[in-house]
């Protein structure tokens, strides 16, 4: 939430029958999520309202994802399809990016020293995810400017902030193809790897307000093994290859 509480904390304020209201502003640079509007850089103008909501009476469609989540965060807010004339814009891919270098940082910091020592390497565990929590999103809102969850969670011990720091690298590499590799070094098991995904079920109520259900379920994961197969192909040319754990009879 805005006041960096998570929405499971009763200090949080979060609304469940508004459950877009007050959020991380980080959430409002990354997500298009129901209701949400597509501003054109720099103007007023609304070029598009989202509905992500069941639109399931005859006549009406719905070009919703899965989710009724839509990924704002590499949407350059310049241009309009329906521009009479459409401009071209680059779109760049960051594989490896300074918050990356913070997250990996602090993540090893705290393995070593904790999460609140400074002294051997001149900045903190909690001092590095302070500078993520408090720089300005994509679309250039401030981000948190008092942090007391931060503290609490520091001052909690390694596991704890260990926890903290691996839900801050969930939100800040969202949409960025991390998540998956992230869980699997992270995993115990492969059933860590099999946690359902989750989508937000939106209906229109009569008098025009929305219910959500944000533990609606839209794909059940059953990866067998942590890694990829190796293709058949590659097998046959060397006998002494070993397949990947989990596909021993995959051809």
């Known amino acids: 939430m805005k006041n960096g509480y998570p929405i499971t904390?009763?200090?949080?304020?979060?609304?469940?029958?508004?459950?877009y209201k007050d959020r991380d502003p980080r959430f409002y640079s990354t997500i298009f999520y129901n209701g949400s509007m597509a501003i054109r850089e720099g103007k007023t103008e609304v070029m598009y309202t989202f509905e992500n909501w069941g639109k399931d009476a005859a006549g009406e469609k719905s070009n919703n994802s899965r989710t009724n989540y839509h990924i704002k965060k590499f949407v350059a807010m310049v241009t309009n399809w329906s521009d009479p004339v459409v401009n071209r814009y680059p779109h760049s891919k960051y594989y490896i990016r300074w918050a990356h270098m913070v997250l990996t940082f602090a993540e090893a910091a705290n393995q070593v020293v904790g999460p609140l020592e400074a002294a051997r390497y001149g900045i903190s565990a909690k001092d590095a995810l302070a500078f993520l929590r408090s720089r300005k999103t994509y679309d250039g809102a401030q981000g948190y400017s008092t942090d007391p969850y931060l503290d609490e969670m520091a001052a909690a011990g390694k596991t704890v902030f260990d926890e903290f720091i691996k839900n801050e690298r969930r939100i800040e590499t969202c949409f960025e193809g991390d998540r998956f590799y992230d869980l699997r070094r992270w995993a115990s098991s492969i059933i860590d790897l099999n946690e359902p995904v989750h989508g937000a079920l939106v209906q229109k109520k009569e008098d025009g307000s929305f219910e959500y259900s944000l533990k609606h379920?839209?794909?059940?994961?059953?990866?067998t093994s942590f890694y990829l197969p190796i293709p058949y192909s590659e097998i046959l040319k060397m006998s002494n290859l070993v397949q990947n754990e989990g596909w021993e009879n995959w051809k």
């Open 9 to 19: 904390d009763e200090r949080s304020g979060y609304d469940p029958e508004n459950p």
């Open 217 to 223: 379920i839209v794909e059940d994961r059953s990866f």
